[in-house]
């Protein structure tokens, strides 16, 4: 009897902030250890987020988080930077999975057989999983941000483009970990510069 597949599913956390580097997790579950709850991490409170993400770190056969900088989300753009974090994830993995599923509809270049699932966060307990340690990882580097930079409510807005998070910006110009390439910081940037 042939053994079961081994299944590493992946996701991402970070692609639309105008801020902080992009996240990407890949976890590969045990089956003899399940874990209820997963869900895609956006559905899921902060606390039920935090629970789930101690226990997949124990559980999942393998699990690694990776990112990409905000210098490499600027030189490369957004969504290659999102697949790079995704193949240096699958790489941090210390067991090589048969197959890769991938939430979304673009694939890293990996070196086994992948799979780009349209909404898998809510459809693959592999890619949930992922979902969630990806988002609390992100999550946690916000809450730093927030304490290095407490004019800026990283902890409230996560670095999304909220009304809040422009107002700062306005108020307080730009940090080294705005992305210079996502507007309207662009925008900002070329009206300082006077072009």
Do not use: C
């Not at 101690?54 to 930077?81: C, F, G, P, T």
């Not at 941090?92 to 509809?105: A, M, S």
């Not at 340690?133 to 916000?142: F, G, I, P, Q």
Request: proline residues 5%; without cysteine.
């Amino acid at each position: 009897m042939n053994a079961p597949l081994i299944i590493a599913g992946v996701d991402e956390a970070g692609r639309g902030p105008l801020a902080g580097p992009v996240f990407a997790a890949a976890v590969i579950l045990n089956p003899l250890r399940p874990i209820v709850g997963l869900a895609d991490s956006k559905i899921l409170s902060a606390s039920k987020r935090d629970s789930l993400y101690l226990l997949i770190k124990e559980a999942a056969l393998s699990w690694a988080i990776a990112e990409a900088s905000v210098e490499e989300i600027d030189q490369l753009n957004i969504l290659q930077a999102t697949l790079l974090a995704m193949q240096r994830a699958v790489k941090g993995l210390h067991i090589q999975p048969d197959e890769v599923l991938v939430d979304g509809n673009r694939l890293p270049d990996l070196s086994m057989p992948a799979q780009a699932i349209v909404k898998g966060d809510s459809k693959v307990q592999a890619i949930s999983a992922a979902s969630i340690l990806a988002k609390v990882e992100r999550d946690k580097l916000m809450h730093e941000y927030h304490q290095q930079f407490p004019e800026f409510s990283f902890d409230a807005h996560k670095g999304y483009g909220t009304r809040q998070h422009l107002a700062e910006i306005e108020q307080f110009g730009f940090l080294a970990i705005h992305r210079r390439s996502f507007n309207p910081v662009k925008t900002l940037l070329l009206r300082q510069d006077g072009l």
